[in-house]
């Protein structure tokens, strides 16, 4: 079960880890999110090996 509450003062959310429980879907999804919010950090960023090895190569080029 995963609950995500905002917990910014102005309806933002904040910095904070995301602990990917080694689902490759919820590293890439948590990615995203990192591209609006600061400070997003994955736990275990490499299980995105699974179904996309080079997920964090291509991703990078969107904040390029």
């Known amino acids: 079960e ?12 904040t910095s904070t880890e995301i602990n990917s429980f080694g689902d490759h879907r919820i590293a890439m999804a948590f990615s995203v999110t990192g591209l609006h919010t600061p400070g997003i950090k994955i ?3 490499a299980c995105t090996s699974k179904t996309f090895p080079d997920f964090f190569e291509y991703f990078s080029k969107l904040t390029d």
Not at 2 to 13: A, E, L, N, V, Y
């Open 2 to 13: 995963m609950c995500i509450r905002d917990s910014g003062k102005d309806g933002t959310f």
């Open 43 to 45: 736990e275990n960023p």
